[in-house]
């Protein structure tokens, strides 16, 4: 398809184990963002990866959140240890280039820790 | 802190009526300024944005106009019709970062 997809839709785990959240961006989109929201909130900036520069992890609330992007397509973001709070929806975005670009998100991945 | 706030949580307008949707920011080095709509169960879709050196753009039913000074703009939707009904979310950024600061959203319902 031409949007950006992401995997699974939905993640149900435990308390303590670690979970891989998959996002594909557009084709030829250089820019890709994590965001999530959690019940009732607006939407969280998490993590910002733009073409070969350093990624701009000012937005990950602790250390056992990080996320990677192969090959300047694809991105992974990691949960380890994951906790109550983590549940959220899990969106991801890419732009053409970066800021000041309009940033078009997936359907997100709905986690759920027990 | 909250950069960007949307201070009613709900909307209720009657079709064919105009929506309107406010937005206020406190950073003065936003300059790109978005709005986005949601339904449930799916991730948000760009509406229209605008550029800190315009005050007003318009696409279709969509107007979004930007009072600078104020730190201040809004969304109207005229004629409204039910398919508008979603939560609304705005956005800003800086030409420095690329991230967007989100607004916790307007939930828009628009009766028959």
């Known amino acids: 398809g031409a949007g950006v997809s992401q995997s699974p839709s939905n993640k149900v785990t435990e308390k303590g184990k670690d979970v891989e959240l998959r996002c594909d961006p557009i084709?030829?989109?250089?820019?890709l963002y994590w965001y999530r929201q959690s019940l009732g909130q607006g939407l969280e900036f998490l993590i910002y990866?733009?073409?070969?520069?350093?990624?701009?992890k000012s937005g990950l609330p602790s250390d056992r959140f990080s996320a990677e992007r192969t090959g300047g397509s694809v991105s992974t973001l990691t949960i380890q240890r994951t906790q109550q709070e983590d549940s959220a929806v899990y969106l991801c975005?890419?732009?053409?280039?970066?800021?000041?670009?309009?940033?078009?998100f997936g359907p997100g991945t709905r986690l759920l820790v027990l | 802190d909250q950069q960007v706030k949307q201070n009613s949580p709900s909307l209720s307008v009657q079709e064919g009526r105009i929506s309107i949707l406010n937005c206020d920011y406190t950073?003065?080095?936003?300059?790109?300024f978005l709005w986005y709509k949601k339904y449930p169960a799916e991730g948000p879709t760009f509406l229209i944005s605008?550029?800190?050196?315009?005050d007003k753009n318009e696409d279709g039913r969509f107007t979004v106009f930007l009072n600078k000074s104020a730190k201040h703009l809004s969304l109207h939707i005229v004629p409204s019709q039910p398919g508008d009904s979603a939560v609304y979310f705005c956005?800003?950024?800086?030409?420095?970062?690329?991230?967007?600061?989100f607004g916790a959203g307007t939930q828009v319902v628009v009766t028959p």
């Open positions: 956005a800003a950024s800086s030409n420095s970062w690329g991230k967007l600061q």
């Open positions: 084709s030829g989109h250089t820019a």
């Open positions: 975005a890419s732009s053409l280039r970066g800021s000041q670009e309009t940033q078009y």
């Open positions: 605008i550029s800190s050196i315009k």
């Open positions: 990866f733009q073409g070969n520069s350093a990624p701009d």
């Open positions: 950073n003065s080095m936003f300059d790109y």
